[in-house]
Protein backbone atom coordinates (compact mmCIF):
# COMPACT_ATOMS: atom_id res chain seq x y z
CA UNK A 1 0.00 0.00 0.00
CA UNK A 2 1.08 3.79 -0.84
CA UNK A 3 2.20 5.88 2.16
CA UNK A 4 3.02 9.28 2.71
CA UNK A 5 3.94 10.09 6.87
CA UNK A 6 5.36 13.53 7.88
CA UNK A 7 7.22 14.38 11.04
CA UNK A 8 9.10 17.30 12.44
CA UNK A 9 6.20 19.85 13.27
CA UNK A 10 6.31 21.33 16.54
CA UNK A 11 5.69 25.12 18.18
CA UNK A 12 8.57 27.24 17.29
CA UNK A 13 9.60 30.82 17.69
CA UNK A 14 9.16 33.56 15.55
CA UNK A 15 12.51 33.78 13.57
CA UNK A 16 13.28 29.87 14.41
CA UNK A 17 13.95 27.12 12.21
CA UNK A 18 12.16 23.64 11.48
CA UNK A 19 12.82 20.62 9.73
CA UNK A 20 10.35 18.82 7.71
CA UNK A 21 10.26 15.10 6.49
CA UNK A 22 8.02 12.95 4.39
CA UNK A 23 8.72 9.23 4.20
CA UNK A 24 7.15 7.68 1.08
CA UNK A 25 6.57 3.64 0.72
CA UNK A 26 4.82 1.75 -1.51
CA UNK A 27 6.14 3.00 -4.83
CA UNK A 28 8.77 3.75 -6.74
CA UNK A 29 9.97 7.21 -4.81
CA UNK A 30 12.68 8.31 -7.21
CA UNK A 31 9.47 8.59 -10.26
CA UNK A 32 7.84 10.91 -8.78
CA UNK A 33 8.03 14.63 -8.08
CA UNK A 34 6.30 15.95 -4.74
CA UNK A 35 5.20 18.45 -3.15
CA UNK A 36 4.12 20.42 0.66
CA UNK A 37 0.80 22.04 0.83
CA UNK A 38 0.17 23.67 3.70
CA UNK A 39 -3.36 24.29 5.47
CA UNK A 40 -3.52 26.93 8.54
CA UNK A 41 -6.19 26.31 11.71
CA UNK A 42 -9.54 26.83 9.96
CA UNK A 43 -8.24 27.70 6.06
CA UNK A 44 -8.08 26.53 2.98
CA UNK A 45 -5.17 24.71 1.06
CA UNK A 46 -1.71 26.44 0.52
CA UNK A 47 0.70 24.88 -2.24
CA UNK A 48 4.06 25.44 -0.79
CA UNK A 49 7.15 23.81 -2.74
CA UNK A 50 7.81 21.47 -5.56
CA UNK A 51 10.61 19.40 -6.15
CA UNK A 52 10.91 17.49 -9.44
CA UNK A 53 11.89 12.99 -9.85
CA UNK A 54 14.74 12.28 -11.54
CA UNK A 55 14.53 13.78 -15.15
CA UNK A 56 18.11 13.07 -16.36
CA UNK A 57 20.59 15.27 -14.49
CA UNK A 58 18.03 18.48 -13.75
CA UNK A 59 16.17 18.77 -10.80
CA UNK A 60 13.55 21.43 -11.11
CA UNK A 61 12.43 23.08 -7.91
CA UNK A 62 9.53 25.64 -7.55
CA UNK A 63 8.25 27.84 -4.67
CA UNK A 64 5.32 29.82 -3.62
CA UNK A 65 5.99 33.84 -3.25
CA UNK A 66 5.05 33.19 0.00
CA UNK A 67 8.04 31.17 1.48
CA UNK A 68 10.53 32.03 -1.32
CA UNK A 69 13.91 32.86 -0.13
CA UNK A 70 12.88 31.13 3.55
CA UNK A 71 12.21 27.49 2.61
CA UNK A 72 13.90 24.89 1.32
CA UNK A 73 13.47 21.76 -0.04
CA UNK A 74 15.20 18.79 -0.39
CA UNK A 75 14.82 14.90 -1.42
CA UNK A 76 16.54 11.82 -0.61
CA UNK A 77 15.78 9.11 -2.91
CA UNK A 78 17.88 6.48 -0.99
CA UNK A 79 16.07 6.99 1.87
CA UNK A 80 12.78 7.62 0.16
CA UNK A 81 12.01 11.02 1.76
CA UNK A 82 12.06 14.49 0.98
CA UNK A 83 12.36 17.27 3.26
CA UNK A 84 11.28 20.96 3.63
CA UNK A 85 13.73 23.12 5.74
CA UNK A 86 12.00 26.28 7.20
CA UNK A 87 13.60 29.30 8.55
CA UNK A 88 12.76 32.77 9.62
CA UNK A 89 9.67 31.24 10.34
CA UNK A 90 6.72 33.84 11.16
CA UNK A 91 3.17 33.17 13.09
CA UNK A 92 1.76 33.44 9.36
CA UNK A 93 3.52 29.93 8.41
CA UNK A 94 1.75 28.16 11.61
CA UNK A 95 -0.18 25.64 9.85
CA UNK A 96 -0.57 21.73 9.23
CA UNK A 97 2.20 20.85 6.58
CA UNK A 98 1.18 18.02 4.07
CA UNK A 99 3.46 16.39 2.08
CA UNK A 100 2.28 15.21 -1.65
CA UNK A 101 2.80 12.80 -4.30
CA UNK A 102 2.32 15.05 -7.75
CA UNK A 103 -0.27 13.00 -10.09
CA UNK A 104 1.70 13.27 -13.24
CA UNK A 105 5.00 13.36 -14.43
CA UNK A 106 6.43 16.88 -15.33
CA UNK A 107 8.22 19.94 -14.40
CA UNK A 108 5.87 21.74 -12.68
CA UNK A 109 3.34 21.33 -9.84
CA UNK A 110 -0.18 20.25 -10.83
CA UNK A 111 -2.39 17.90 -9.15
CA UNK A 112 -1.44 16.06 -5.89
CA UNK A 113 -3.04 12.34 -5.75
CA UNK A 114 -1.43 10.82 -3.18
CA UNK A 115 -0.96 13.14 0.48
CA UNK A 116 0.16 12.21 4.02
CA UNK A 117 -1.74 13.11 6.90
CA UNK A 118 0.49 16.19 7.83
CA UNK A 119 2.12 17.44 10.86
CA UNK A 120 1.68 20.64 13.01
CA UNK A 121 3.52 23.52 12.72
CA UNK A 122 3.10 26.47 14.99
CA UNK A 123 4.81 29.55 15.09
CA UNK A 124 4.28 31.62 18.51
CA UNK A 125 6.17 33.25 20.97
CA UNK B 1 -1.99 35.44 -9.52
CA UNK B 2 -5.09 33.74 -10.44
CA UNK B 3 -7.92 33.66 -8.00
CA UNK B 4 -10.45 30.75 -7.50
CA UNK B 5 -14.33 31.97 -6.05
CA UNK B 6 -15.59 28.92 -5.18
CA UNK B 7 -19.53 29.00 -4.36
CA UNK B 8 -21.38 28.35 -2.44
CA UNK B 9 -18.99 27.92 0.93
CA UNK B 10 -21.47 25.68 2.75
CA UNK B 11 -24.62 23.91 1.62
CA UNK B 12 -26.85 21.31 3.38
CA UNK B 13 -28.77 18.60 1.44
CA UNK B 14 -30.36 15.62 1.60
CA UNK B 15 -29.04 12.31 1.52
CA UNK B 16 -30.10 10.71 -2.70
CA UNK B 17 -29.85 14.91 -3.70
CA UNK B 18 -27.97 16.41 -6.56
CA UNK B 19 -24.82 18.34 -5.04
CA UNK B 20 -23.28 21.25 -7.70
CA UNK B 21 -20.40 23.32 -7.03
CA UNK B 22 -19.15 26.10 -8.43
CA UNK B 23 -15.91 27.39 -9.07
CA UNK B 24 -14.47 30.36 -10.82
CA UNK B 25 -11.02 31.49 -11.95
CA UNK B 26 -9.80 35.34 -12.62
CA UNK B 27 -8.58 34.31 -15.96
CA UNK B 28 -8.73 31.60 -18.40
CA UNK B 29 -7.14 28.84 -17.25
CA UNK B 30 -7.93 26.15 -19.61
CA UNK B 31 -8.92 22.98 -17.73
CA UNK B 32 -6.25 22.95 -15.39
CA UNK B 33 -8.02 22.16 -12.61
CA UNK B 34 -8.68 19.74 -10.03
CA UNK B 35 -11.25 19.36 -6.95
CA UNK B 36 -10.23 17.77 -3.78
CA UNK B 37 -12.58 15.84 -0.71
CA UNK B 38 -11.24 16.71 2.34
CA UNK B 39 -12.68 15.28 5.75
CA UNK B 40 -12.02 17.03 9.22
CA UNK B 41 -8.65 16.11 10.26
CA UNK B 42 -8.00 14.24 7.19
CA UNK B 43 -5.44 14.71 4.46
CA UNK B 44 -7.75 15.79 1.09
CA UNK B 45 -8.07 13.50 -1.84
CA UNK B 46 -7.93 14.08 -5.47
CA UNK B 47 -11.29 13.40 -6.91
CA UNK B 48 -10.82 15.16 -10.15
CA UNK B 49 -8.14 16.23 -12.45
CA UNK B 50 -8.30 18.19 -15.93
CA UNK B 51 -11.30 19.60 -14.92
CA UNK B 52 -13.45 16.31 -16.02
CA UNK B 53 -11.37 13.36 -15.21
CA UNK B 54 -12.24 10.93 -12.57
CA UNK B 55 -9.40 9.60 -10.31
CA UNK B 56 -8.97 6.06 -9.95
CA UNK B 57 -10.99 4.43 -7.58
CA UNK B 58 -13.44 7.57 -7.23
CA UNK B 59 -17.01 6.39 -7.66
CA UNK B 60 -18.53 7.79 -10.18
CA UNK B 61 -21.63 9.99 -8.46
CA UNK B 62 -18.84 12.84 -8.87
CA UNK B 63 -17.99 14.86 -11.69
CA UNK B 64 -16.51 17.96 -13.08
CA UNK B 65 -17.20 19.99 -16.10
CA UNK B 66 -16.22 23.21 -17.14
CA UNK B 67 -13.62 24.92 -18.71
CA UNK B 68 -11.50 28.41 -19.39
CA UNK B 69 -12.64 30.26 -16.12
CA UNK B 70 -16.00 28.41 -15.26
CA UNK B 71 -16.11 25.16 -13.41
CA UNK B 72 -18.67 22.96 -11.61
CA UNK B 73 -18.26 19.93 -9.51
CA UNK B 74 -21.40 17.91 -9.31
CA UNK B 75 -22.25 14.87 -6.43
CA UNK B 76 -25.22 12.87 -8.13
CA UNK B 77 -26.63 11.52 -5.41
CA UNK B 78 -25.21 12.54 -1.59
CA UNK B 79 -24.35 10.23 -0.01
CA UNK B 80 -23.53 9.91 4.11
CA UNK B 81 -19.97 9.99 3.64
CA UNK B 82 -19.61 12.52 1.28
CA UNK B 83 -19.86 14.91 4.47
CA UNK B 84 -16.94 16.91 4.05
CA UNK B 85 -14.88 20.40 2.73
CA UNK B 86 -14.60 20.05 -1.11
CA UNK B 87 -11.97 22.52 -2.84
CA UNK B 88 -10.94 23.58 -6.17
CA UNK B 89 -7.31 23.83 -7.41
CA UNK B 90 -5.58 25.69 -10.67
CA UNK B 91 -2.65 24.52 -11.97
CA UNK B 92 -2.46 26.94 -14.85
CA UNK B 93 0.57 28.76 -13.31
CA UNK B 94 2.92 28.32 -10.74
CA UNK B 95 1.30 30.42 -8.48
CA UNK B 96 -0.83 27.54 -7.92
CA UNK B 97 -4.01 28.61 -6.00
CA UNK B 98 -6.85 26.49 -4.25
CA UNK B 99 -10.69 27.87 -4.09
CA UNK B 100 -11.81 28.61 -0.38
CA UNK B 101 -13.82 25.21 -0.03
CA UNK B 102 -17.26 24.31 0.03
CA UNK B 103 -18.13 22.53 3.84
CA UNK B 104 -21.11 20.00 2.80
CA UNK B 105 -23.38 18.84 5.65
CA UNK B 106 -26.67 16.44 5.40
CA UNK B 107 -29.99 18.18 6.01
Known amino acids: EVHLVESGGGLVKPGGSLRLSCAASGFTFSRYSMNWVRQAPGKGLEWVSFMSGSIGSDTYIHYADSVKGRFTISRDNARNSVFLQMNSLRAEDTAVYFCAREGIFGVVPRYFDLWGQGTLVTVSS | DIQMTQSPSSLSASVGDRVTITCQASQDIDNYLSWYQQKPGKAPKLLIY???NLETGVPSRFSGSGSGTDFTFTISGLQPEDIATYSCQHYASLSLTFGGGTKVEIK
Open chain 2, 50 to 52: DAS
